[in-house]
């Protein structure tokens, strides 16, 4: 197996808690150190990983020499540090959201090309096990060509850190948006034709949106619903909500709640066209009974190994989980929720 020599760049929460461990945890990956502007995080690091640090992520590129590097910065820096490992010869996977601005996402996208090495984003939603198993059950058709998503994500959170402030790149459309939108894409397997939506500041102590409407119209034709709200007490619905032609799927917490038909099994009812707009004897509907099926259907699936799929691209050079033309999709759609959501957001 191909070992890639990887360096972790951001030892915060994303950094400490998933990367590294991912890193270290896989015979692919030999972690040759660190980046952090904390002297404590990078001693910790030490201890724990075995792993040199630095302060200047210059300097470690110029001396460990990686083949790989990972972003788990904050969001701001995502698009300086990528451009720096690009220019210096390395590959990047970096962290969600691939850069503060459109524009700047533009640039890693044009310095991947023109340096010739790979970048991918960390878009973890998409190896969840519930995106998998969902996936698997729309693949039958059981309940007809989709026409609908809503997806919901809702708490009640008094944000006071960094992604709380929008000079940061803080905000839930950034944060949980840029799992959220992606993931619904991803399912919905379009791009979007047109986006609206509308931020608030409702319960974050800082200056950045907590509550996220988005409705994203696909070229497919799916109607993406997305409700992130972080002041909201109880639940605005389930996770996800995925109608279709024939039937619908509900997540629970046990699985997906299923009710469809077979079309084949629907009664012939024609259309009353005469034009005389009376309904026969003064009722409206045809009165049939839809031959509904319901069934509960489990996750059985653990997901997506997410750094399994980072060795094969990087090291076995097979096709990208997520494809840097899907990334700056992405972007664009939150490019353009910002642009829709400007001058209607309600702040205090």
Not at 291 to 303: F, K, R, S, V
Request: a negative charge; hydrophobic letters at 40%.
């Amino acid at each position: 197996m191909k070992c890639l020599r990887t360096v972790v760049v951001g030892l915060g929460r994303i950094g400490w808690r998933f990367h590294l461990p991912e890193v270290v945890g896989h015979d692919g990956f030999e972690l040759v150190g660190v980046v952090d502007p904390l002297a404590s995080r990078l001693e910790e690091a030490r201890d724990t990983f075995g792993a040199p640090g630095y302060e200047d992520l210059s300097s470690c590129l110029e001396q460990t020499t990686p083949d790989l590097v990972v972003i788990a910065s904050p969001t701001p820096f995502h698009a300086e540090q990528t451009l720096a490992c690009l220019e210096a010869g390395s590959d990047v996977f970096c962290d969600k959201p691939m850069a503060a601005t459109l524009e700047e996402a533009d640039t890693m996208v044009a310095a991947a090309g023109a340096h010739e090495r790979k970048l991918m984003m960390y878009q973890p939603a998409r190896a969840g096990a519930d995106v998998v198993s969902l996936q698997k059950i729309l693949a039958t058709g059981l309940i007809g060509p989709v026409y609908m998503i809503k997806y919901a994500r809702t708490n009640f959170t008094r944000r006071n850190d960094w992604q709380a402030m929008r000079c940061h790149g803080g905000g839930m459309l950034n944060n949980y948006g840029a799992h959220v939108i992606d993931v619904c894409l991803h399912v919905a397997a379009s791009t979007a034709r047109s986006v609206t939506c509308h931020l608030d500041t409702i319960a974050s102590l800082g200056d950045a949106d907590d509550v996220v409407k988005a409705v994203i119209q696909t070229d497919s034709g799916v109607l993406i619903d997305i409700d992130i709200n972080m002041a909201a007490a109880q639940p605005t619905g389930p996770r996800w909500q995925v109608l279709g032609h024939h039937g619908s799927l509900l997540h629970t917490d046990d699985g997906w709640r299923v009710r469809s038909f077979d079309p084949a099994r629907l009664s012939a009812v024609a259309l009353d066209d005469s034009g005389t707009m009376a309904a026969t004897d003064r009722q409206y509907g045809s009165g049939e009974e839809i031959p509904w099926q319901d069934q509960e259907l489990p996750i059985d699936t653990q997901g997506i190994q997410y750094y399994e799929q980072c060795h094969a691209y990087f090291a076995r050079d097979e096709e990208p989980f997520v494809p840097l033309s899907q990334s700056r999709e992405l972007m664009r759609v939150l490019d353009a929720c910002r642009q829709d959501a400007a001058g209607r957001s309600q702040t205090r």
